[in-house]
């Protein structure tokens, strides 16, 4: 029987896939944890200069703006003889009673060094390029399994020390070591739940997971106000992974995987396992020998490059494949518009704390916005199909952004102004996870088999560009008005455009070989191209009567 059939008789939904999803679930709420806790571990409490040894405050420190609150960067260049030259600070005193102790207080990343706290989110989103790059070919040549497994010690280890830190290189280095090794788990544990997932089921089980990285930021904000010091708090954020770390050894190995490197029996092995392990009823031994493509040998008309990829080739030639037509098409269209999800993500997350409002609650309510906005593209996914969810997405991400920029192009600084800004970062966050969502899908659903690790990563590696540029974009809002809105803008309309050029996918089984990827293509676009072939596999055209009914 083909691989879908025999996870149905296996159980669709049984205590393997459950464990699987469990594991997928854990890492998501880490998910949220590590890519955003900078937001409360380099939070700037409110500071000013410092006495000058032997002077009280008032000698030592002028007062500036309209509440003449005292300077933050400058102080008197000759405290207590009223001469009122100034020079920039030497130190700091940081009011941490309320907000809490971070890396600005402890290592003054104020004034001068103020890009170093944003900088030290660029290199985590740096690391998850590293990892991006280094975990689709890593899993794609050992296993997802093995590949998990290890890079949870390793993450656990390097999450851990994090709190260790005694200076801000020491910080930095270690987040950035520890994106680089998140990516080595979150990559093939996705992979591993989408391929253990039959086609019906994989757009809303695929979804659960993702909402706990909202879940996630929620929680952190509440963990956050409980947790002041920013060591306590890292620690406590590493929870999920170290309790995903004590069970992992239970995950088994994607079936989908060893049949794409040419090991039927060991797939088959796996199959009997999930098969008793879900406790299912006459399941036949064997399962998966009987249909000669799920044993790694291509559909009649692949090509040799089908050939080699679908046997589990080389590094090189899977990668070169990327490359090569369709699949470039999804190599490049999809890295773009998760370059653009990223950035706008991170855009509007990072700047909640400029928002006004109490920043924990605020950062609370553009959470929960995430979450609210998981559960409705659920519902579009399952009627509009992964498409028209991604060109809505875009389309009013574009218009919410514009929003922004018009507020904030206007100059208002009255409540209303606020409000309203307050209401289109939310939005934002909420827009993005229309394209987000159904991306994350055709990630999976559009790469064959044998190369979608190897594919994923590269398009996480292009898209974690976005959560770089993110925060010095913001920076250079310093210099020059909305640069980083307006970049933001042009990145949403390019990738409404251009994801005209993929498929539908939601109801179609996950491609085996290139010739099946040829196959989406020429019948499943919105809108046809003169190069698209007409007529519809046999499987493909069940699957979307199915989709459409």
Known sequence: ???????????????????????????????????????????????????????????????????????????????????????????????????GRSIVSDWSLVCGKDVLPGLAQTMVVAG????????????????????????????????????????????VILRFLVGSVFKAIRIPVMNLLFESLIPEHRAFFGVIPTSLVSVGLMLMSGIAYLVRDWRYLNIVLMVPSVIMMLFAWMLPESVSWLLSQNKPAEAEKTMQK????????????PALSATGCDAGIPLDGANANDEAVSKGGSGLKVLAELFRQP???????????WLTCGLTYFGFALSTGGLAGNPYLNFFLSSLMDFIALIIVTTLLKRLGTMKTLLF?????????????????????????????????????FFTWFAAQPSILMMSDLFPTPMRNTGTAIVHLV???????????????????????????????????????????????QPETPEDLRELFANNRLIKFGGDRAGRSETGESAGNAAAI
């Open 274 to 285: 999930i098969a008793a392990f879900n406790k299912a009823n006459n399941f036949p031994s």
């Open 1 to 99: 029987m083909e691989l879908n059939e025999a996870f149905e008789a296996a159980g669709a939904l049984g205590r393997a896939q459950i464990i699987i999803l469990i594991a997928t679930s854990l890492m998501n709420l880490q998910t949220g944890f590590t890519v955003l806790e900078n937001v409360f571990l380099a939070k700037t409490p409110p500071y000013h200069c410092g006495n000058h040894s032997g002077y009280s405050k008032e000698e030592s420190v002028p007062l500036e703006g309209a509440l003449g609150g005292y300077a933050t960067c400058t102080e008197y260049a000759y405290p207590g003889t009223g001469d009122n030259q100034t020079r920039g600070c030497g130190q700091w005193e940081f009011n941490t009673e309320v907000a």
């Open 463 to 509: 898209g974690n560009v976005g959560g770089i540029l993110a925060p010095q974009l913001l920076y250079l809002d310093k210099y020059i008005s909305n640069i980083s809105w307006l970049v933001m803008l042009g990145c949403c309309l390019l990738s409404s455009v251009i994801s005209l050029l993929l498929p539908e996918t939601v109801g179609y089984k």
């Open 393 to 429: 997405g875009f389309v009013m991400l574009s218009v919410t952004l514009l929003g922004v920029i018009v507020i904030d192009f206007s100059g208002s600084a009255s409540p209303t102004a606020e409000v309203f800004r307050t209401i289109f970062a939310f939005l934002g966050r």
């Open 327 to 337: 699949t470039v098409t999804v190599t490049v269209v999809l890295s773009w518009n």
């Open 128 to 171: 998850f390029g590293i990892g991006s790059l280094l975990a689709g070919p890593v899993s794609d040549k050992f296993g997802r399994r093995y590949t998990i497994i290890v890079a949870l010690v390793v993450f656990n280890a390097l999450g851990l020390s994090v709190s260790l830190a005694q200076s801000y290189v020491v910080f």
